[in-house]
Nanobody, 124 residues
Framework: QVQLVESGGGLVQAGGSLRLSCAAS????????LGWFRQAPGKEREFVASISWSGDGSDYTDSVKGRFTISRDNAKNSVFLQMNSLKPEDTAVYYC?????????????????WGQGTQVTVSS
């Protein structure tokens, strides 16, 4: 079992930055691949970024490449999403997710554990 709690969301102007954090707890937290997904109103939940258990591998959806950076601190069982140059289309609820598969995973079907989500709103 893995429990996930996100924090760091909020309201920011376009071009601004936010840093999301996700604290993981549970027996398998340190060996899990971790990812960030987002869901805008009326849309499906979509992949944003993923990082392997070791932190050596990561992947991003094309729309955030060069703007967002995923990182993790296994000593603190935490994963972070640094979001720069934010755009109004980044507005969504952002979810942290964990997978017992330790490699980078982009498909939400392979994540067993989810946080409650944190709202990110980018104003134009």
């Amino acid at each position: 079992q893995v429990q996930l709690v996100e924090s760091g969301g909020g309201l920011v102007q376009a071009g601004g930055s936010l840093r999301l954090s996700c604290a993981a707890s549970g027996r398998s937290a340190s060996s899990a691949a971790l990812g960030w997904f987002r869901q805008a109103p009326g849309k499906e939940r979509e992949f944003v970024a993923s990082i392997s258990w070791s932190g050596d591998g990561s992947d991003y959806t094309d729309s955030v490449k060069g703007r967002f950076t995923i990182s993790r601190d296994n000593a603190k069982n935490s994963v972070f999403l640094q979001m720069n140059s934010l755009k109004p289309e980044d507005t969504a609820v952002y979810y942290c997710a964990a997978s017992s598969l330790a490699v980078v995973i982009t498909k939400k079907e392979f994540y067993e554990y989810w946080g409650q989500g944190t709202q990110v709103t980018v104003s134009s």
